[in-house]
């Protein structure tokens, strides 16, 4: 079980992420998480008791996610891995798809995932880290409007696409190891 937990925690955190990170990530995450419980506590006292806590395990995997890849840790565990940089990107069907699970609005949490996993493909597989920044600030932005503005966020995911862009596009897939 310990060499599991090892493992799960290296595809997220690195090899080697600093007690300092690992702060940070868990000290935002709860207090985002607990400002997201808050202000949707009507919506999530409509649902199962189930469903509630799989929303807020999901949103707190992809909160804390968006600040991980950022760290120096997850960004050298994969460094010169890119078919896992790849298979990374789609792994987040499987959020997504517990995310539909848990409050529905399949329709919108799929397009985003869609829109964010070519987005992602998109900056990876740019050539130089000041590219790879201007696409993936262009392709959130577009990302942004296109989630918050033609397809309005439902209220209960209305943190959903930025985060998620943020965490995808601009977290993981600039590679700034380099």
């Known amino acids: 079980m310990a060499n599991f937990l090892s493992a ?9 992420p600093t007690q300092k990170d690992k702060l940070t990530i868990f000290s935002v995450t709860t207090v985002l998480l607990a400002l997201i419980g808050y202000y949707n506590s009507a919506e999530l006292t409509d649902i199962a008791l189930w469903q509630s806590i799989l929303f807020m395990l999901m949103a707190f995997d992809i909160i804390a996610g968006a600040i991980g890849n950022f760290t120096k840790s997850s960004q050298q565990w994969y460094k010169n891995k890119p078919k896992k940089r790849v298979m990374f990107l789609f792994e987040h069907f499987i959020h997504i798809g517990l995310l539909v699970l848990a409050v529905g609005h399949a329709w ?25 920044e201007i696409n993936a600030a262009s392709v959130i932005l577009i990302g942004l ?14 943190w959903l696409p930025s985060i998620f862009l943020l965490k995808l596009v601009m977290g993981f897939s600039v590679r700034r190891e380099r």
């Open 108 to 132: 919108y949490c799929f397009g985003l995932l869609a829109f964010t996993i070519v987005a992602g493909l998109f900056v990876n597989y740019t050539e130089t880290l000041k590219q790879q």
């Open 145 to 158: 409007v296109i989630f918050y503005v033609v397809f309005p966020a439902p209220p209960l995911l209305a």
């Open 8 to 16: 799960f925690s290296r595809e997220f955190l690195g090899e080697t």
